[in-house]
């Protein structure tokens, strides 16, 4: 008579512990992507903050952009993912700011 051999399997909280590495992995890869989606816009910013120049800049795309980022950042706050939300700080200030940069100088231009 053969004896019953039980699987090998992992500890009981071992699936929690992957569980909470890949959140903590989530979170620290959420956070890179928001201060790199902010980072994008400071050459541009100090580009056209220098050269006072919107020439070929499009207002359109950046408020869609700030459209884009304001609707998911809603989407977030309902779900309550506030690590995600607070990413988004960075890329609202500076899109505002292009926005803004847009149209003080693109003003300049045709006066």
């Not at 590495?21 to 050459?43: A, F, H, Q, S």
């Not at 980022?69 to 939300?85: D, E, H, Q, R, T």
Request: glycine share 8%; net charge positive; proline share 5%.
């Amino acid at each position: 008579m053969e004896k019953w051999v039980r699987p090998l399997l992992p500890p009981k909280n071992y699936l929690q512990q992957i569980k909470g590495i890949m959140t903590t992995l989530g979170d620290i890869l959420i956070y890179i992507g928001g201060i790199l989606w902010g980072i994008e816009l400071i050459p541009q910013i100090h580009k056209t903050i220098k050269t006072k120049n919107v020439t070929g800049i499009s207002l359109f795309f950046y408020i869609i952009c700030y459209i884009a980022y304001l609707s998911s950042s809603l989407g977030l706050i309902i779900n309550k993912n506030w690590n995600v939300v607070f990413s988004y700080i960075p890329s609202f200030i500076l899109l505002m700011w292009m926005i803004i940069l847009i149209l003080m100088y693109g003003k300049r231009e045709t006066d």
